[in-house]
Every structure is written in C-alpha cells, then in structure tokens.
C-alpha cells in the first residue's frame, strides 16, 4: 500500500509509531525497560481515544495544525505517567528530553532547510495571513494572534492571545504541562540554529505569547532548566 492511499488516521498512528520510538529511549533510560515497555503498550491505545477528540481548527490549511496534533502525541505518555503519580517537574523533564531527542536526531540539511524557512519571504507572508485568518475565530479551538511587523531587532515576529495546544489540554486536564510543551519550542531553534525572544507564554499566565525573530545571529538558550527562561514562572508545577 503506497503512502498516498492510506487515511489520514492511519497516517496519523504511523508517525505517533515514530514518536513512541523516541519516548522509549528517553523513558527506558530514566525507568528501565520493563516499566517503559508497559506503559507505551498502553500508549497506543490511549492516542487512538485521544486522536478522536482533537478539535477543528480547519485542517491541514490552518499553519498551527501540525503543532496541535505532534503535541497530542505525547499526551498518552503524560496521561501515564500522571496516573503513575510521579511530580510534575519530572514529567515536564521527560517532555523536554523527548522533544530535545527528537529534534536533534533530524538530520542536518533537513534541519538547514527549517532555519532557511524562517526568513524566507513567502513564510513570512504565510504569517501574515494566517493572523488575519486567526482573527476571524471561525473554529473555537483555534489559536488567535497577531502578526508583529519587524524592526531594528526583529525580521517579525507574532503575539499569541489564544492557544490551541492550551485549549486542548487544559480541556483534557492536563493545564499543567503545558508550560514544558512551550519549553520545547526552545530545543527545537536550538536545534536548527535560529534565534528567538520569548518572554511570556499563555500557559505561564501571561496574557500573550511573545514571539520576535531575531535579525541578528545570537546563541539559542538550551530551554531547560526552566527557571533559566524567562517566560517561566512556575506557577502550576508541583513537587
């Protein structure tokens, strides 16, 4: 069966598959292989409940989808692991050492062409249209923002007044993770080598999340450890 007569359901369990092989090796080396195995066996089932209930946002054509829907791929795994009770500091590390993991094993010239794409012209125009389009709230679930026209400092940039991965989670009583979720945006431009100022996130309580990227080239901070970034206020993490 080629790629392109498979369902998108199916092409969706495909790359969660994908995902489940950088959950093992970050979990297995934290709480060994007997309990790791255990839990992604439980994994599988817990997206597929999970995948029915991701909310419209219009699709493939909304520029956020891909961002909500690889956010739901680890939602099984920190399901799990809350069930577990471990703290939710530990399973926010686990959060950011996945996506850190994952974001570094793509290999260079892919991770080349993602920096290239952040300045490119026609990117930044999608930006702008997606704003606009956001501002219209055709879908409840859906991320509002603005576009920030660039400056001295800043090629543009966007501030985000409703998130969609926040909605969702909160909507699945999962608020508290969300501030690593954004921690791992952190790992990603570190990865591909672009720079970034972000000093407040929705899901850390501010009233916006702050995106400006930056003209000049400058060192990605790593993301981790929390109380190094400045968006990060701490306010639903619990011991």
């Known amino acids: 069966m080629s790629q392109d007569t498979l369902s998108a359901p199916t092409k969706i369990l495909l790359a969660f598959d994908v995902s489940v092989f950088f959950q093992r090796k970050v979990l297995k080396k ?5 309990k790791t195995d255990i839990w992604l066996e439980n994994a599988r089932q817990v997206f597929k409940s999970i995948y029915s209930l991701i909310p419209d946002i ?4 909304n ?3 891909y961002n909500l829907v690889l956010a739901t791929f680890i939602m099984p795994m920190v399901i799990i692991l809350k069930k577990e009770r471990f703290p939710t500091r530990e399973i926010g590390e686990q959060i950011f050492a996945l996506a850190e993991r994952a974001y570094n094993a793509v290999p260079f010239p892919l991770r080349l062409l993602n920096r290239f794409s952040y300045y490119k012209k026609r ?3 999608k930006w702008k249209l997606a704003a606009e389009e956001s501002s219209l709230c055709k879908f409840p679930a859906d991320w509002v923002f603005e576009y920030v026209k660039g400056g001295a400092d800043y090629l543009y940039g966007y501030d985000i007044r409703e998130c969609g991965i926040y909605k969702f ?3 699945q ?7 690593y979720l954004c921690l791992t945006d952190w ?3 570190k990865s591909i080598g672009i720079s970034v100022e972000r000093t407040q996130t929705i899901a850390n309580g501010h009233e916006v999340c702050n995106f400006r990227y930056c003209r000049q080239q400058k060192e990605s901070p790593s993301g981790w450890p929390p109380e190094s970034m400045p968006e990060w206020t701490g306010r ?3 011991k």
Request: net charge positive; with cysteine; charged share 30%.
């Open 30 to 34: 934290r709480y060994g292989k007997q």
């Open 58 to 61: 219009g699709g493939k054509k």
């Open 63 to 65: 520029i956020m989808y």
């Open 123 to 125: 990117n930044i125009e």
């Open 169 to 171: 989670w909160c909507s």
């Open 173 to 179: 009583g999962l608020e508290e993770f969300v501030p």
């Open 187 to 189: 790992a990603k431009w």
């Open 236 to 238: 639903l993490e619990s």
